[in-house]
Nanobody, 117 residues
């Protein structure tokens, strides 16, 4: 059974930091491109960051320079370090995995991040 389990969402003041984790199981982690997406109320889901199997990273324009994505292949986990948080970062954050050989996407259940002004 494939599972992506996010953790780390919380309420934080503007300027603060949070660290989100996504633990995967049921898939060969090194075959996955991992990513974080977010969805705020009334808005479309948007890209936050991705990290490829080789460690290459990509970030949404709104988070560049503030967020850092990393992966630990030994723990089958992807991390999103979020610094200098802004109220507009408030959203449900979803972990995403793309399996290159199955050509299939998988999603976690989401974790709420709320940034107060």
């Amino acid at each position: 059974q494939v599972q992506l389990v996010e953790s780390g969402g919380d309420l934080v003041q503007a300027g603060g930091s949070l660290r989100l984790s996504c633990a995967t199981s049921g898939l060969t982690f090194t075959s996955l491109t991992m990513g974080w997406f977010r969805q705020a109320p009334g808005k479309q889901r948007e890209l936050v960051a991705t990290i490829g199997r080789d460690g290459d990273t990509n970030y949404g324009d709104s988070v560049k320079g503030r967020f850092t994505i990393s992966r630990d292949n030994t723990k089958a986990t992807v991390i999103l370090q979020m610094n200098s948080l802004k109220p507009e970062d408030t959203a449900v954050y979803y972990c995403n995995a793309y399996h290159i050989y199955y050509n299939r996407y998988y999603w976690g259940q989401g974790t709420q991040v709320t940034v107060s002004s």
